[in-house]
């Protein structure tokens, strides 16, 4: 379902090329439902922490250390079971809106979203293995999951590590790049592009689907 979704966009993306998205059509007001936007913010919330809590955390000793460490592993496991829910979700069953109004813009705005999904997962899984094959247990809240795999090899865990942290700087990146376009679209083209992710009253948007 998921690969059906992805493909969709993208087809309907290079559809509006042959098309021809210079004639307009006043189309009715659409916004994402309401779960869409509640799974777009609290994933935001936790990827933003996530990424500030790894960066600070060195900066201070025990038991604030401890308590940034056991919020990061927390976090990160709520994120693991959420985010695929969120993209099921947002490739099945969510509303599907049409991502721009030039083909170009379309595809690249697609490209972007589905890069940050893939990255996202990728850094969830470097982060379980970096932390369990370094003979750690992952820690949610009190509770403490063993590794279920012996500890990795030095040379290993360091790779593990460095290629969890350059994929985070990575996805914070590619997301900031996503907020500033969002901007664009709010003060610059001030079109309603950014209030599809508001759970406010509906507003007219010629991009609607």
Same mark, same amino acid.
């Given at each position: 379902m998921i690969c059906e979704g992805i493909a969709f966009r993208f087809a309907s993306c290079l559809q509006d090329k042959v098309v021809g998205m210079n004639q307009k059509t006043p189309f009715a007001v659409? *916004?994402?439902?309401?779960? @869409?936007?509640?799974? &777009?913010?609290?994933?935001? #919330? !936790?990827? +933003?922490?996530? #990424? %500030?809590?790894? $960066?600070?955390?060195?900066? #201070? *000793? $025990?038991?604030? &250390?401890? &308590?940034?460490?056991?919020? &990061?592993? @927390?976090?990160?496991?709520?994120?693991? %079971?959420? #985010?695929? !829910? *969120?993209? +099921?979700?947002r490739m099945g069953w969510g509303r599907h809106i049409r991502a721009a109004d030039r083909w170009l813009d379309c595809v690249?705005? *697609?490209?972007?979203?589905?890069?940050?999904?893939?990255?996202? +997962?990728?850094?969830?899984?470097? /982060?379980?293995?970096?932390?369990?094959? $370094? /003979?750690?247990p992952m820690s949610f809240l009190t509770l403490q999951i063993r590794p279920p795999f012996e500890k990795f090899s030095a040379s290993t865990i360091y790779l593990l590590h460095r290629l969890h942290q350059c994929n985070g700087w990575l996805i914070t990146a590619l997301a900031m790049g996503h907020a500033l376009a969002a901007c664009f679209h709010y003060f610059i083209l001030r079109d309603h592009v950014f209030q599809r992710m508001l759970m406010t009253e509906d507003r007219a948007d010629e991009y609607g689907k």
């Open positions: 659409v *916004r994402y439902d309401k779960l @869409t936007i509640l799974f &777009h913010w609290v994933c935001a #919330f !936790i990827v +933003i922490l996530q #990424f %500030v809590s790894a $960066n600070i955390w060195g900066l #201070f *000793r $025990n038991p604030l &250390h401890h &308590h940034l460490v056991v919020l &990061h592993l @927390t976090a990160g496991m709520v994120l693991s %079971v959420l #985010f695929p !829910i *969120r993209m +099921i979700w690249m705005a *697609r490209g972007v979203e589905y890069s940050l999904y893939g990255l996202v +997962i990728l850094e969830m899984a470097l /982060g379980y293995l970096w932390r369990w094959g $370094n /003979g750690q």
